[in-house]
């Protein structure tokens, strides 16, 4: 899952990106609005966590000219404790979510969890495919009850389908939804990952579309 943080404050800015890194997410960033603006609108983002008080676009207005323009991310505000009407601001300009400075991470890690579960249509932290489950709380994934191990680039991989299991996801997709805007993406990559995710998985859960890329169902009927 790919996100993008939108903070002029270098500490916070690099105390978020590190914390989402570290959760297993492929994290970009910008430091004023007219950046995160560019990125938020030409970059396939499953998540943003957008500061409201930013120097040369403010997030406000970041955000409604994203939603203008058909831009429907999950976006997480980050406001002042002490301005209720920032709130209010911005979910009326399209927020999905909001946390009052100061924070504690683990706060926005629980809240990014629940924006990525509900706008890939998931009501618990608990997915299952067949025998697979996968726990986006604890990024732990098991097999009948038994623990599988995961690369994180392995992980990445199985959580994006897992999220969207039962749809065609293309190569290209997983790609835009892996790496960081930086990264050097080759298609081939997608291609091993799953293929080492096929011998780590029991059954064929990971079905390939020809022509159109993988798909992640249990139905038995299917190539």
Not at 15 to 23: I, P
Not at 31 to 50: I, M
Not at 127 to 154: M, W, Y
């Amino acid at each position: 899952m790919r996100l993008l943080v939108v903070e002029d404050d270098p500490d916070l800015n690099r105390q978020l990106v590190t914390a989402l890194s570290d959760a297993g997410y492929a994290v970009d960033h910008a430091f004023d609005g007219e950046e995160g603006h560019f990125l938020g609108d030409t970059e396939p983002y499953d998540a943003v966590v957008l500061d409201i008080g930013l120097p040369k676009m403010d997030g406000l207005s970041v955000l409604e000219q994203w939603r203008r323009d058909a831009r429907n991310m999950p976006v997480l505000i980050l406001t002042a404790r002490e301005r209720w009407s920032d709130k209010v601001a911005g979910m009326d300009a399209g927020a999905d979510d909001y946390v009052a400075k100061p924070f504690h991470m683990e706060e926005v890690l629980a809240r990014i969890r629940a924006l990525l579960r509900r706008s890939a249509g998931h009501a618990s932290n608990e997915i299952e495919c067949g025998p697979v489950r996968l726990d986006t709380k604890s990024s732990r994934v098991t097999a009948d009850g038994q623990p599988i191990k995961l690369t994180s680039h392995e992980y990445r991989v199985f959580a994006y389908l897992m999220l969207h299991r039962d749809r065609v996801v293309s190569r290209t997709e997983l790609i835009e939804h892996l790496y960081e805007q930086d990264f050097d993406r080759d298609s081939n990559t997608v291609e091993v990952f799953i293929g080492r995710l096929r011998k780590k998985l029991p059954g064929n859960l990971i079905k390939t579309v020809r022509g159109l890329g993988y798909r992640l169902s249990d139905r038995a009927d299917e190539a």
